[in-house]
């Protein structure tokens, strides 16, 4: 089984930048795909990127040319570089891979 670490969330102004990380720790034959969603209060969750393989990556539409997806096979790892935040990307942000979940971040974006 394979479990899931997020780390990286907090608090940011608007205009600001976060990291998130996760670490992928188990029997990992290939790491991805493998990428990120987030649910914000009262909404249901939705894709933000996704290493689909090698070089393939995807974006939802509200986060392209902000945010960026990128992974270190040698540690297991995936990161969401996150820039010019807005409130709107307030939201618990969860790791996925491959039907496994991490147990989410929290990103709060407020002045």
């Known amino acids: 089984q394979v479990q899931l670490v997020e780390s990286g969330g907090g608090l940011v102004q608007p205009g600001g930048s976060l990291r998130l990380s996760c670490a992928a720790s188990g029997t990992i034959r290939r790491l991805y795909p493998m990428g990120w969603y987030r649910q914000a209060p009262g909404k249901q969750r939705e894709l933000v990127a996704v290493?689909?393989?090698?070089?393939?990556?995807n974006y939802s539409d509200s986060v392209k040319g902000r945010f960026t997806i990128s992974g270190d096979n040698a540690k297991n790892t995936v990161y969401l570089q996150m820039n010019s935040l807005t409130p709107e990307d307030t939201a618990v942000y969860y790791c996925?891979?491959?039907?496994?979940w991490g147990q989410g971040t929290q990103v709060t974006v407020s002045s």
């Open positions: 290493i689909i393989s090698g070089g393939i990556t």
């Open positions: 996925w891979r491959m039907g496994d």
